[in-house]
């Protein structure tokens, strides 16, 4: 029953961490382009660049 007095703030406070981080991305626009990220992933470069 103790540890509960520890692991509820601690559990409180991870949990605000994670909030938070989220915050900060949607602020920073990291979710801006998700569709181009989706078609990026799949473009093929490698060919572009010559054999030395």
């Known amino acids: 029953m103790e540890t509960l007095f520890?692991?509820?703030p601690i559990s409180l406070f991870l949990?605000?961490?994670?909030?938070?981080?989220?915050f900060w991305a949607l602020r920073t626009r990291q979710f801006d382009d998700p569709e181009g990220d989706r078609w990026r992933?799949?473009?093929d470069d490698?060919?572009?660049?010559?054999k030395p």
Request: without cysteine; hydrophobic residues 55%; proline residues 5%.
């Open 15 to 22: 949990g605000g961490l994670g909030v938070a981080a989220f």
């Open 41 to 43: 992933i799949l473009k």
């Open 6 to 8: 520890y692991l509820i």
């Open 46 to 50: 490698w060919d572009d660049h010559p």
